[in-house]
């Protein structure tokens, strides 16, 4: 029993004396951390670029995640994404051996120097958690940024909803010009948007970065640097397909339909009207979710139905007019008017069923020609949309 008892002593002692170690170890690094910072920081001035061995080499990456457009008719689109910086100072070199093994601290990014890096572009930008700058032993420095921005995209709808957009951030430095850093971006960012989430109503294709150098002559010899990370997409047309394309082709198709009707139907006219009415809706339908209805080739595809509607309309009321009119001159020559005596329900009366003459067959040639040359148009135009899909 007396053996069990100092067991249990021994063990609780080795677990003190563990947990005293560590613990002494936590306060020895915590207090060379301490230590390394004031040292560090001692005369230290962050608005001062260490500019010692000739400008910063400064790289940056921008690794997106997300993208959307916000307000497409006034080509507003966001993106979210850690937006990477990497330099050397050499102000902040220390030796491991002299603070107990510390490899890398985390500073506050007010205390050092950082590059100033901006998108150009945007309209907003939301920085979505407070970043820290990352120190290493060696001078190398990372400063990482979750941001959200929100820019302009400069659309071309010509071919909508089959087109393809490809929409520019661009980060630079209005405070350093090459003379003070030298900005490159990273090879290993920016280069694949299979891995970016987007909107249902586009995929991204592709996420291309460039380089580019801007020189002003108040600047001169030194100039501008900025990166460019080109974002390619493509629409999603099956979104659209179903509520937009497909009843503005039928509806276009129908209106082709009016110039099979008879010449001088009644109810031409109101078919045209009722068409008419569609297409109204159609187009206020697209004026909602492009910027400008006329810059595609499917609103002015259905502006031309309006034309050819329009037309239509005023055919079949010349006609109806021509045909009713001759009723009241009784002109049997040129209207061919027949008249047929019937009696119904012992009643006797007067039936005039009126047709055009010969002289007249020309309102009906023109809608024979009509309907093809509206449908070439029309298919001309249709095969422009479609050839976008590939």
């Not at 120097?113 to 700058?133: D, G």
């Not at 989430?197 to 900025?226: G, M």
């Not at 082709?249 to 139907?265: D, N, Q, R, Y």
């Not at 002015?300 to 021509?322: E, G, H, K, P, R």
Request: aromatic share 12%; net charge neutral; charged share 20%.
């Amino acid at each position: 029993m007396f053996a069990l008892k100092m067991n249990v002593l021994m063990i609780i002692t080795i677990i003190m004396i563990m947990s005293f170690g560590i613990f002494g170890e936590t306060i020895s690094k915590t207090n060379s951390e301490t230590k390394l910072i004031a040292d560090l920081l001692a005369g230290y001035h962050p608005k001062v670029a260490p500019t010692d061995n000739g400008p910063v080499q400064v790289k940056m990456g921008f690794d997106m995640s997300y993208f959307d457009f916000i307000d497409e008719p006034k080509e507003l689109a966001i993106a979210h994404g850690f937006v990477y910086r990497g330099w050397n100072d050499h102000r902040l070199q220390w030796n491991e051996a002299d603070y107990n093994g510390t490899r890398r601290i985390n500073l506050d990014r007010n205390t050092v120097w950082v590059p100033h890096i901006q998108a150009a572009n945007s309209a907003k930008v939301t920085e979505l958690l407070e970043s820290q700058v990352l120190v290493f032993s060696t001078g190398r420095v990372r400063f990482y940024q979750s941001l959200q921005i929100e820019f302009l995209c400069d659309m071309d709808l010509t071919y909508f909803p089959y087109d393809k957009q490809s929409c520019n951030i661009e980060f630079g430095s209005s405070l350093y010009t090459t003379e003070h850093i030298n900005l490159t971006a990273s090879p290993n960012r920016g280069t694949n948007g299979s891995r970016v989430n987007s909107a249902k109503d586009f995929q991204i294709t592709t996420l291309d970065v460039q380089r580019s150098e801007k020189s002003f002559r108040f600047i001169a010899p030194y100039s501008f640097v900025d990166v460019t990370y080109t974002i390619g997409l493509k629409r999603v047309s099956s979104v659209y397909r179903a509520k937009l394309v497909v009843p503005s082709v039928l509806t276009s198709f129908l209106i082709l339909a009016t110039f099979l009707l008879p010449t001088a139907s009644k109810e031409k006219i109101t078919f045209c009207s009722n068409m008419f009415l569609c297409l109204l809706l159609l187009i206020a339908f697209l004026h909602t979710t492009v910027t400008s209805t006329v810059e595609t080739i499917l609103g002015q595809l259905l502006a031309f139905s309006l034309f050819v509607d329009f037309f239509a309309t005023i055919m079949a009321v010349v006609s109806y007019n021509i045909k009713n009119r001759g009723t009241s001159i009784l002109t049997r020559k040129d209207y061919g008017i027949m008249l047929q005596d019937t009696t119904m329900d012992g009643d006797s009366g007067m039936r005039a069923e009126k047709t055009l003459s010969p002289k007249f067959a020309w309102l009906r040639y023109i809608d024979v020609i009509s309907f093809i040359g509206f449908s070439i148009v029309f298919v001309i135009g249709l095969a422009a949309i479609l050839n976008q899909r590939e």
